[in-house]
């Protein structure tokens, strides 16, 4: 019999670790220091959204690492690394996972699509379409749909990096469909207004203050979208 339980409940500090020293990145960026010191609880549906570089993607990947994900995307246990980037910081985590929920996960990572693309030409494990072949939008969405059929953890950075507004509303489709129809658990990370206002999702607004839990249309992302479309000529003014 499955369990309901979601794949991850919280994330925090491992306290048999090692001390991550706070003058050290990642910890000296507020949310990755509120993280350790406080724990996240994660939803169904957990939505990150800030400007660059406040630490949406640190974080992200380090869920990713702990959990056993490649940091450069694929499914738990990969291996596929072309230049190694990432933090400590997933050395530093203890997850707490759901009881009797299953462990296997998918990293979607945008800025390494196309090495993750290369390597899975190279170690063919399925009947996955070749994907350097489609648009950077298609082969975005078409291994989602070809991952979905696996339930586990859903970990996604900034995907909206490839998508069109059409391909947002269609991957906004598929991870609904992921989280009710089967079962899975996602954690997003996004610049999009249309993928942050995923149904039922817990969103934390990230910044130099840390994250904190907030409702979709008091996000600072989507008010200055909103102001943007209304009057862009105020914004040019503002730019020359």
Known sequence: MLSNAPPLRSVGRD?????????????TLAPIAQLLDHGLDLGPVTVFVGDNGVGKSTLVEAIAGAYGMGPEGGSTGSRHTTRKSESTL???????RGLGA???????????????FTYLEHNPGGKD?????????????????ARSRYPGLWILDEPESALSF???????????????ARGSQVILSTHSPILASIPGAVIYEVGPWGYRPCVWKDLDLVRDWRSFL????????QLL
């Open 129 to 145: 379409p070749v994907f350097h072949e489609r648009s950077h939008g298609e082969s975005f969405l078409d291994l989602v749909v």
């Open 166 to 180: 059409t391909g947002s509303l269609a991957l906004l489709s598929i991870l609904r469909d992921i989280v009710e």
């Open 230 to 237: 209304e009057e862009p000529e105020r914004y040019y003014r």
């Open 102 to 116: 299953g462990r296997g996960g998918f990293f979607l990572r945008a800025e390494t699509m196309h090495g993750f």
């Open 15 to 27: 306290p048999d670790a090692t001390i991550l020293p706070r003058s050290t990145w990642p910890a």
């Open 90 to 96: 997933a050395d530093h985590l203890r997850l707490n």
